[in-house]
């Protein structure tokens, strides 16, 4: 139960099949991706890597990506994926925590050498040409016999501390969660083709291990990014595309859809399935989808602790808007999914009756190995083998599942996880900052987007232009506020906790 024979698999399978596009352009077949990812595992372990070492990606959206994740698994490496979005200095950080040795890089996200490293390669460069260059032997190497509980995906995850905690994903997770996906996501053929838009980074680029199962194409789009008319184009010119999308990238997509009057059959010959996730989706968005673009959306929701795989909502369950549940059934995460189990729990971790609401717990084969070099962290995390999301949740008679709440603070924007405490800590750096509370407010667009209340010290001049360049200049662009509120107080309890419920009614009161 391993992930680079699946390459190997389908090298021999459909050597000349094209498996890796850049835009519509093929960048590799089978055979040709198989003999990169195989010369650059021998080249990293002639370089002195080991099976267990972390090696980073801090890269854009590229097709390289696909060909450097099996070059790794391949060598027995854990690949240290690292969100495209993130200030220079917060990758330095994870660089260190996870002991990482090398890392590949765009020029875009990553200008400067990042410290902590022993070797840094731009991917354009002629250096990475030289290193992915097939070797001269037809015959591929045989990968690294990985053991189903060795390290494979060393996520990492904002925590409540304000620092990222490091996921440990092994390969029998991902084997899991890729099997998993034809059970309840959906099928695929050979012929089919997943396009990139999302970050690689994350769900979207695990996505690539079930379609590599099935032998599909991988496409990833010439922007390397979202780009509603280009995702069109794509899928008209490669035949339906499927793909993974956060809420605010299947808004843009509907929104393209509208403008240019297409029918849900036009819809049809460019999208196959859109997969969903990674941030509430209101219901009346997801009627408007259904109504514009067709029945072709599933929603799944799982976290980096259970990557991809907890729930899943049914194509079929979004499509049947004749059942009389089907309201509250969009607004559910739907019911768990193959390979694991779910339930919801008190604090003792006893399970609660039907529409109770209580914390989500999952246990599976996708659940991670641990939190990196946090034993205590995953001991608060997995009790009894059941992982606690930390999601407040209930679930209905029939067993769909409904979040409510969560008992972190985390609040998602854009699809991309934002801890309050992380930004509230930065703000407090800032001159003249006596104070600070951040939390999240709905908005359509972004699923919820970042409110700062600020308190600020007697006579100290402040302004949001300000607090905004302090932001800027230490942590990642998407966790700034995108509103500053500056109030004489927070509300406060006896106990002299700032009542963020409070504050959360005020900025849903502002941004609404």
Not at 300 to 318: C, D, F, K, N, V
Not at 326 to 341: C, E, I, K, M, Y
Request: aromatic fraction near 8%.
């Amino acid at each position: 139960m391993s992930l680079a024979p699946l390459l190997v698999r389908q090298a021999l399978l459909a050597p000349d099949g094209p498996a890796i596009f850049n835009g519509t352009d093929v960048w590799a077949t089978h055979a040709l991706w198989a003999q990169r990812s195989a010369a650059l595992a021998q080249r990293l372990r002639a370089a002195g890597l080991q099976p267990g070492d972390r090696l980073v990606l801090f890269m854009r959206n590229h097709p390289r990506y696909l060909e450097l994740l099996w070059g790794a698994w391949w060598a027995g490496l854990a690949v240290v994926p690292v969100n495209a979005k993130l200030h220079p200095a917060e990758v330095e950080w994870i660089v260190d925590n996870a002991q990482a040795r090398w890392a590949f890089v765009t020029r875009d996200v990553a200008p400067r050498p990042l410290a902590g490293l022993q070797r840094q390669i731009d991917v354009e460069s002629s250096e990475a040409d030289a290193l992915l260059a097939p070797l001269p032997d037809a015959a591929l190497p045989a990968p690294h016999e990985s053991a189903p509980d060795d390290l494979a995906w060393l996520f990492y995850t904002s925590g409540t501390t304000g620092r990222p905690k490091g996921v440990m994903i092994t390969q029998r997770n991902l084997m899991t969660m890729g099997m998993g996906y034809f059970a309840d996501v959906d099928a695929v053929a050979p012929g089919d083709a997943i396009v990139y838009a999302a970050p690689m980074s994350h769900g979207c680029g695990l996505y690539a291990i079930p379609h590599l199962m099935a032998g599909a194409r991988h496409v990833v789009p010439a922007s390397g990014g979202v780009d509603a008319a280009e995702l069109f184009a794509l899928g008209d010119a490669l035949g339906p595309l499927s793909t993974f999308a956060a809420p605010t990238i299947v808004k843009r997509l509907v929104d393209h859809a509208e403008a240019q009057g297409l029918t849900p059959t036009d819809a049809a010959r460019a999208f196959k399935t859109i997969v969903y996730g990674g941030a509430p989706m209101y219901v009346a968005d997801m009627q408007r989808a259904l109504r514009v673009m067709g029945p072709r959306f599933v929603q799944i929701y799982g976290q980096g602790e259970t990557p991809m795989t907890a729930t899943a909502l049914s194509r079929a369950h979004i499509a049947d808007g004749a059942h009389p549940d089907h309201a509250a059934r969009l607004a559910s995460v739907g019911v768990a999914q193959t390979p694991v189990q779910v339930r919801v729990a008190d604090a003792d971790g006893q399970s609660l009756a039907a529409n109770e609401v209580g914390e989500v717990l999952v246990r599976g084969d996708s659940v991670m190995a641990g939190y990196w070099r946090n034993p205590e962290a995953t001991a608060a995390a997995i009790r009894d083998g059941w992982l606690w999301t930390g999601d407040m949740g209930a679930l209905d008679p029939q067993g769909f599942l409904t979040l409510k709440d969560r008992s972190k603070d985390l609040l998602i924007s854009g699809g991309s996880n934002i801890y309050p405490r992380e930004v509230e800590e930065v703000l407090l750096t800032a001159p003249g900052v006596s104070e600070v509370a951040v939390v999240g407010a709905p908005d359509a667009e972004w699923g919820e987007i970042v409110v700062a209340f600020v308190v600020t010290a007697p006579g100290a001049a402040v302004d949001a232009q300000g607090l905004d360049a302090h932001c800027l200049a230490r942590i990642a662009r998407f966790k700034r506020p995108k509103r500053y509120v500056f109030v004489d107080a927070l509300p406060k309890n006896h106990y002299g906790k700032v009542l963020k419920t409070e504050l959360r009614v005020q900025a849903a009161g502002l941004t609404g």
